[in-house]
Structure formats: structure tokens, C-alpha cells
């Protein structure tokens, strides 16, 4: 499995590049941010980061594009970049057909970590450990990234099993 995992952000959006499957090593297939100029219209700047997502996506080919869901912040205007730069990550994947599934940041420094209150050096160090790098990535954006798309791949298959029985579940209920 291959996963795109996107840290959405206006001024710099980590990504990262993760394949293989839960239970063996992971290895890291390409890893950095996505910037945009601060001084640029708001609609340029997005525009500006669907190109390199794009770009990604295109160098890639990931067969899913994991995001950070934006959760409340205190500060309403950082929180408004966020969601629009996570909202142009999942267009950009639903463009072209690639499942996109949202972690909220707890999910994945737990899953990364085993705790959900790491912090951003911790979830660094690890995923320095499990994709066996030689140093953390840099900035803590692109480690971020690295460390949703270790999350889903992980998580994915139990995920999808409980998505099969809650539809088996439903399709029984309405046979009946």
C-alpha cells in the first residue's frame, strides 16, 4: 500500500510518501512541504498549493491520500487555513479516484508513538525509527505527514474490516 500523507497547512503543507503494509518495515518513497508565498491573495495561495499537491500525486501515484482532520483551534484564523488547505488535499485525491481518509492528530501520534499526547519531537523520533531515516525530517510538517501516512497504513485494514461488517450489518437489515 502506498499512502500520501498530507499535513495540511497555507504556508507550508508537509507531505510524505509511505509503502508497505502493516506488520513488515514501511519505507519512506519521498518526503517535504508544499509552500505557498504569505503575500499572495488567498485564492493564488490555494491555487498555488493544488499545483503542488498535484505534483505529488502525480510523482507518487499513492493508492491513498491520508490528511489531518482539523480539529478547534483557539486561533480562528489558523484553523481556517488549515481547513482550506485540507480541503484542497481531498479534492485534489477525489480529482483522480484516490480514497482519502481523514486522522485526527491524537489518532496518529498514538499510532505512531502509542500515546496520543506526543509531542511533535517524539513523533519525529519514531518516525525516524520506523522508516529506519537518518535523521528526523525537517520541518516537523513533512515528519507529520510521514507519520498520517504510517497511521493509515496501519490502521487501514482494521478500518476497512469494521466498514465490511457494518455493511454486511446493513445490507441483512434491509433484506429482512
Same mark, same amino acid.
Given at each position: 500500500?502506498?499512502?500520501?500523507?498530507?499535513?495540511?497547512?497555507?504556508?507550508?503543507?508537509?507531505?510524505?510518501?509511505?509503502?508497505?503494509? =502493516?506488520?513488515?518495515?514501511?519505507?519512506?518513497?519521498?518526503?517535504?512541504?508544499?509552500?505557498?508565498?504569505?503575500?499572495?491573495?488567498?485564492?493564488?495561495?490555494?491555487?498555488?498549493?493544488?499545483?503542488? +499537491?498535484?505534483?505529488?500525486?502525480?510523482?507518487?501515484?499513492?493508492?491513498?491520500?491520508?490528511?489531518?482532520?482539523?480539529?478547534?483551534?483557539?486561533?480562528?484564523?489558523?484553523?481556517?487555513?488549515?481547513?482550506?488547505?485540507?480541503?484542497?488535499?481531498?479534492?485534489?485525491?477525489?480529482?483522480?479516484?484516490?480514497?482519502?481518509?481523514?486522522?485526527?492528530? #491524537?489518532?496518529? &501520534?498514538?499510532?505512531?508513538?502509542?500515546?496520543?499526547?506526543?509531542?511533535?519531537?517524539?513523533?519525529?523520533?519514531?518516525?525516524?525509527?520506523?522508516?529506519?531515516?537518518?535523521?528526523?525530517?525537517?520541518?516537523?510538517?513533512?515528519?507529520?505527514?510521514?507519520?498520517?501516512?504510517?497511521?493509515?497504513?496501519?490502521?487501514?485494514?482494521?478500518?476497512?474490516? +469494521?466498514?465490511? =461488517?457494518?455493511?454486511?450489518?446493513? #445490507? &441483512?437489515?434491509?433484506?429482512?
Amino acid at each position: 500500500m502506498r499512502v500520501l500523507g498530507v499535513d495540511p497547512g497555507l504556508t507550508r503543507c508537509g507531505v510524505g510518501v509511505v509503502e508497505g503494509v =502493516a506488520g513488515r518495515p514501511l519505507t519512506m518513497r519521498g518526503v517535504g512541504v508544499v509552500r505557498t508565498p504569505t503575500d499572495a491573495q488567498l485564492a493564488h495561495r490555494l491555487v498555488a498549493l493544488e499545483q503542488g +499537491l498535484d505534483q505529488w500525486l502525480d510523482d507518487h501515484r499513492p493508492e491513498y491520500v491520508a490528511v489531518e482532520r482539523v480539529f478547534s483551534q483557539h486561533n480562528v484564523r489558523t484553523v481556517m487555513g488549515t481547513a482550506q488547505a485540507s480541503a484542497v488535499a481531498m479534492l485534489c485525491a477525489a480529482r483522480r479516484g484516490i480514497p482519502v481518509a481523514l486522522h485526527t492528530p #491524537s489518532e496518529v &501520534k498514538a499510532a505512531v508513538t502509542g500515546t496520543g499526547r506526543a509531542d511533535k519531537a517524539q513523533v519525529g523520533a519514531m518516525v525516524t525509527r520506523l522508516l529506519r531515516l537518518d535523521a528526523p525530517p525537517k520541518p516537523a510538517d513533512a515528519a507529520d505527514a510521514l507519520a498520517l501516512a504510517i497511521c493509515h497504513i496501519w490502521r487501514a485494514p482494521a478500518q476497512n474490516r +469494521l466498514q465490511q =461488517a457494518v455493511a454486511l450489518h446493513t #445490507s &441483512k437489515g434491509r433484506s429482512a
